[in-house]
């Protein structure tokens, strides 16, 4: 009878890249991997750090596994159990804690445990197998997983060596370190051969791919799609600013899979919080790449999608400096705009810098982001209306219409496709489901 392992997962595209990854080497050495809300032999829980929320969860998921699988293996792993091993091991039913680095050794882990597990009478004692990751300088292979039958993910950079005032995630993932440019087209030929139409570039720092490796930048990287037939969009994780190089802005507009989709960090419109946030750019000059990426498209411009990240409530944060940060969001027209209340980290310097917000006041400037990012959401679909684009078909609703993404990554249906199909539609209208997210309606297939 085969293992049953649940793979619980927190966190962003780094982090569920990385679990399907460990669910691919677990499925190759003989495991049956099984839905996280059932019971299984083996629980994997991959955690997140990015808030106190984010912790909270971590924690939270881990009681759950106990709950439902009280006589299972549990392993904790990713970005929280890095920064926090020792609490990690401490929770009931904990037998392993890993990092953010161990995770190719997971199957060998698993198969110790299990026959420990079998050998003693009392049950395991939590164990770590956290590493350094602040020293680690080699890039972890894992291999590229798919989501779905249209849309595959590669990571192809690690770690962060930026430091933000805010941030505890380069603690957790250590310096930068960056897939060889050999092993990006060895990935991307697998899938190419498999049929994928579009390849998700992710990393916990894009824009610094390369250099740690020299003589190459993610503009390289993307280019190792030359002469792939399958593979029609590249579509790019989160971009630092300060890394969108005039050359990198032209060799990837100049790309035709590079999507029409730039999801820029942003954190604030105001320059007096981003240079207390230590984020290594002004508004202005944030404001000058996004100009530069929408003039490389020429008349096709306005309708390149730029997505973001904020902060709402930063430390000190002025009323004049939030509103600021409203005023910027309509300069730069952002397509969608995810928003997070400040979040205090133990170890970073903006828990300690001095003008904390209550948690009050933070939600309410959140709420005032979270709406204003709506509303320019509903103006950047309207640019749509009345145009050709292109959807990838991923799946059929219950209506029997298709529904795929266009390059922009706005969700849109056509009435013709199958999965995986690039179709030629003419968008004709909005749509807003019961969860209030939008969508475009096109008519029939060109």
Same mark, same amino acid.
């Given at each position: 009878m085969s293992v049953r392992v649940s793979v619980t997962t927190l966190g962003c595209r780094v982090n569920s890249?990385?679990?399907?990854?460990?669910?691919?080497?677990?499925?190759?050495?003989?495991?049956?991997?099984?839905?996280?809300?059932?019971?299984?032999?083996?629980?994997?829980?991959?955690?997140?750090?990015?808030?106190?929320?984010?912790?909270?969860?971590?924690?939270?998921?881990?009681?759950?596994?106990?709950?439902?699988?009280?006589?299972?293996?549990?392993?904790?792993?990713?970005?929280?159990?890095?920064?926090?091993?020792?609490?990690?091991?401490?929770l009931e039913g904990v037998c392993a804690v890993l990092g953010t680095a161990e995770k190719q050794r997971i199957a060998q882990i698993c198969g110790e445990l299990i026959t420990e597990k079998q050998q003693s009478d009392d049950w395991i004692k939590a164990q770590s197998y956290v590493a350094d990751v602040m020293h680690k300088h080699d890039f972890e292979e894992l291999s590229a997983v798919a989501e779905g039958r249209t849309r595959a993910y590669l990571k192809i950079q690690d770690g962060c060596n930026r430091f933000c005032t805010y941030c505890a995630i380069p603690f957790a993932r250590g310096a930068i370190r960056s897939r060889s440019l050999e092993s990006v087209r060895h990935?991307?030929?697998?899938?190419?051969?498999?049929?994928?139409?579009?390849?998700?570039?992710?990393?916990?720092?894009?824009?610094?791919?390369?250099?740690?490796?020299?003589?190459?930048? =993610?503009?390289? $990287?993307?280019?190792?799609?030359?002469?792939?037939?399958? %593979? +029609? /969009?590249?579509?790019?994780g989160s971009l630092e600013p300060h890394g969108m190089s005039d050359e990198l802005i032209s060799r990837l507009t100049r790309n035709p899979r590079?999507?029409?989709?730039?999801?820029?960090?942003?954190?604030?419109?105001?320059?007096?919080?981003?240079?207390?946030?230590?984020?290594?750019?002004?508004?202005?000059?944030?404001?000058?790449?996004v100009a530069k990426l929408r003039s490389s498209y020429g008349e096709a411009g306005e309708r390149v999608a730029f997505t973001t990240d904020i902060i709402a409530g930063f430390p000190g944060e002025t009323y004049e400096e939030h509103r600021e940060t409203l005023a910027f969001m309509d300069k730069v027209g952002f397509a969608r705009v995810h928003v997070f209340p400040y979040s205090?980290?133990?170890?970073?310097?903006?828990?300690?810098?001095?003008?904390? =917000?209550?948690? $009050?006041?933070?939600?309410?400037?959140?709420?005032?982001? %979270? +709406? /204003?990012?709506r509303e320019l959401e509903r103006d950047f679909l309207l640019r749509f209306i009345g145009r050709r684009e292109q959807i990838l078909i991923e799946t059929q609703n219950p209506e029997g219409s298709w529904s795929g993404f266009t390059d922009s990554y706005v969700r849109a249906s056509a009435n013709c496709g199958t999965p995986n199909e690039l179709v030629d539609v003419i968008i004709k209208s909005i749509t807003e489901d019961k969860n209030g997210e939008l969508s475009l309606l096109s008519d029939n297939c060109r």
């Open positions: 890249y990385e679990s399907d990854a460990m669910c691919g080497i677990l499925r190759a050495n003989g495991y049956e991997i099984v839905p996280d809300d059932e019971p299984a032999d083996i629980c994997i829980v991959n955690t997140c750090t990015v808030t106190n929320i984010a912790d909270r969860k971590s924690r939270q998921m881990i009681s759950r596994c106990h709950k439902l699988s009280p006589e299972a293996i549990i392993i904790v792993t990713g970005c929280w159990s890095q920064r926090e091993p020792q609490a990690a091991m401490r990935e991307l030929e697998i899938l190419d051969e498999s049929g994928f139409a579009e390849v998700v570039l992710t990393g916990i720092h894009l824009t610094d791919y390369g250099k740690d490796i020299g003589g190459v930048t =993610l503009a390289d $990287a993307v280019d190792c799609t030359a002469g792939l037939g399958n %593979i +029609k /969009r590249i579509r790019l590079v999507c029409r989709q730039f999801h820029l960090s942003l954190q604030s419109g105001s320059t007096s919080v981003l240079q207390r946030m230590r984020r290594g750019y002004t508004a202005e000059e944030y404001l000058d790449i205090r980290r133990s170890g970073t310097v903006a828990a300690s810098m001095p003008g904390q =917000l209550t948690n $009050a006041e933070k939600a309410e400037r959140a709420q005032e982001l %979270i +709406k /204003r990012g």
